[in-house]
């Protein structure tokens, strides 16, 4: 298969276009956020306030990379579970989210939710770190300094390779990998 | 007795930590070489070349093999004819984990409590284990453990009178379980017998064992053979998207255990099962 290119921000027609198990190759911006990012941004959805992201313009990456070396935009970068994140996925799709990068399977109401808003998960290769750091044009620290590599940093990708693993159907790849989680 | 410095420790430890995050093991290699040679499925192929890719970039450029670059486990074997020298060896491993993460520009994944959840910065304290053994060497050797797999580990107290298919079908449900967080194609380390903690602890060393290498006891290494070809058959593959390659390697170690019990304990590993030793 040849993997389709595509660029952030994706529009609505791009993401209803893609299939399970398409792959592809992301370019644009990205975002990372993990655990304790995504506990605060649905922390603060819940006290009713505004987030400090665009999330209709991005991708959240679950991803905590390792440092960059002088003179490298970032260190390995691969993927973390998302299943981790599933307890405050709706909300940050109910707020605009379209596009998630990550690793694993998703909990029945995060599958729900992508099919109710129409979004698409893409998986990328866990534990690829080195190779997908040769995909990172640009990295850098926009929100939660603090929370070190569980910061969220802002990537600049290209041709960053994935899979999509639950297409805005709802159709889900591990359903058709030929075995099931008992 | 023969001494041995503290600072020669905390050097080792350093090294050892930059070589496991770096270099992937030749047995893992190996065998995801070996894996890449049975896959049908283009998918599955794909991605076990990638991984190979993944691990000369890794080494080619320094860059960690993952993100993930772990806990850092650090296994003394420490000879009862040795007596250390120059200060705390304590503080010496951990210092030595400091400064690899330091320098290598390894992520610190590491925080100082569960409630909390503060970042220690230097990815320490390390997880030390120790053991005296004969003679006057030191062998330490460093793991890295990452997490998404770690999270999948199980243990379970079974009946002394459990049948080896019950057990057998425990360890195929927390491959089940474990799906793709793991990171297929897996390194199983089991541990059986001891006590609650023995069992969990062998189960970490077990994967300290080369791949491909089976256990000396023969209806153990027979056990490991077969779990390795029927966990391989349920088809979940590299990344769980399907294929032949779930496990590249089941490992077991077992320890005596009392009349009432057969702890069994499952570690998960990923397919970056990382480790480095070196003997002082």
Redesign the interface.
Same mark, same amino acid.
């Given at each position: 298969m040849i993997p389709k290119k595509i660029h952030t921000p994706l529009a609505d027609d791009v993401i209803r276009s893609l299939r399970a198990g398409d792959e592809i190759l992301l370019s644009g911006v990205i975002l990372t956020a993990r655990d304790a990012a995504h506990r605060r941004l649905f922390d603060m959805l819940k006290r009713g306030g505004r987030i400090p992201l665009d999330l209709r313009e991005t991708a959240i990456y679950y991803a905590g990379p390792t440092p960059a070396r002088p003179g490298r935009p970032i260190g390995a970068c691969g993927p973390t579970t998302s299943s981790r994140m599933d307890a405050f996925t709706p909300a940050l799709l109910e707020s605009g989210l379209a596009v998630m990068i990550g690793k694993g399977d998703r909990s029945p109401e995060v599958r729900r939710a992508i099919k109710k808003h129409a979004v698409v998960y893409f998986v990328a290769t866990g534990g690829l770190g080195a190779l997908l750091s040769t995909k990172v044009k640009s990295s850098k620290v926009i929100l939660f300094k603090e929370l070190g590599p569980e910061a969220v940093h802002r990537l600049e990708v290209k041709d960053f390779p994935l899979t999509v693993a639950i297409d805005s159907k709802g159709n889900d790849i591990y359903d058709k990998a030929g075995w099931k989680k008992q | 007795m023969r001494t041995v410095d503290t600072a020669k420790v905390r050097k080792a430890v350093e090294e050892l930590c930059l070589k496991a995050n770096f270099e992937l093991r030749k047995d893992v290699l190996r065998a995801l070489r070996t894996a890449l040679g049975r896959e049908k499925s +283009?998918r599955a192929k794909g991605?076990l070349r $990638? &991984?190979i890719?993944? +691990?000369r &970039?890794?080494k080619a450029?320094?860059? %960690?093999?993952? =993100? /993930?670059?772990g806990m850092a486990v650090v296994w003394m074997e420490i000879g009862q004819g040795v007596r250390f020298t120059g200060g705390s060896l304590r503080r010496a491993i951990n210092d030595g984990v400091k400064a690899a993460y330091k320098k290598g520009? &390894?992520?610190? $994944?590491v925080v100082g409590d569960c409630i909390i959840?503060r970042?220690t910065?230097t990815n320490t304290p390390a997880i030390i284990m120790t053991e005296i053994v004969d003679g006057d060497r030191v062998k330490i050797e460093v793991s890295p453990k990452g997490f #998404?797999s770690e999270?999948k580990s199980r243990i379970k107290m079974f009946k002394p009178t459990a049948s080896l298919r019950e057990i057998k079908d425990f360890i195929r /449900?927390v491959v089940? =379980?474990a799906?793709? /967080?793991a990171?297929p194609p897996l390194v199983l380390g089991i541990g059986v017998g001891g006590t609650f903690e023995t069992a969990a602890v062998l189960a970490k060393k077990a994967l300290l064992r080369p791949v491909g290498k089976h256990n000396l006891n023969k209806s153990l290494a027979a056990l490991e053979k077969e779990l390795f070809d029927e966990i391989n058959a &349920? #088809?979940?593959?590299p990344? %769980?998207? #399907?294929g032949r390659t779930t496990v590249l390697g089941v490992n077991i170690l077992d320890y005596p255990t009392h009349i009432a019990g057969f702890p069994v304990a499952v570690n998960v590993s990923?397919? %970056?099962t990382r480790s480095a030793s070196r003997t002082i």
């Open positions: - | +283009a991605i $990638s &991984l890719e993944n +691990a &970039l890794a450029k320094r860059i %960690a093999i993952c =993100q /993930d670059t520009y &390894l992520r610190k $994944s959840r970042n910065r #998404g999270n /449900d089940m =379980q799906g793709p /967080d990171c &349920l #088809g979940i593959g990344m %769980a998207l #399907g990923c397919h %970056a």
